[in-house]
Structures are given as C-alpha cells and as structure tokens.
C-alpha cells in the first residue's frame, strides 16, 4: 500500500475511535446497524424460496413432488417384502 492510503486509513481509525468515545454516539451507530441489519434480512427473508416466474414455480413444483414419489415407492417396496 501506499504512503497516502495508509495514511487515510490511520486517519479514518483515529477520527471513528474519537466519535464513538461518546456513549450516545456509540448507541446512533448501534441503532443505525441494527435497523441496516433488519432491513437487509427481511428482505432477504422476504424472497426466500420465491421462484421469479410461473414457469419456474411449476418446475420446482414437480421437483419436489418427484422426490416424494420416489421416497414413497421405495417405503412401499419395504412394506411390500416385509410382508
């Protein structure tokens, strides 16, 4: 790194170091990262598992319903040669 990035970067420790001395401004960032966080999650949560397209819902649907067939053949095939 250069002269001057190190420079800005001891510069920008220094000055966050002395804003967050103060214990109200340590509870703004706080809250700041708080309401960052949740925000970024309920969105996140919010698109979870959400196919974008009728298309792609109707794929994952069939998807899924494939493997419950298969598990369900094979729990039947075990019924069907303990019997």
């Given at each position: 790194?250069g002269k001057i990035t ?26 700041q990262l708080n309401k ?23 794929m994952v649907d069939e ?21």
């Open positions: 790194m190190k420079l800005v970067g001891a510069a920008g420790a220094v000055a966050g170091t002395a804003y967050l001395s103060k214990s109200e401004n340590r509870k703004k960032v706080k809250a960052a966080a949740e925000k970024l999650n309920t969105k996140y949560v919010r698109n979870l598992g959400k196919p974008s397209g009728i298309d792609d819902a109707e998807g899924a319903m494939t493997s419950v067939r298969y598990y369900n053949k094979l729990q039947q095939k075990s019924l069907d040669s303990k019997l």
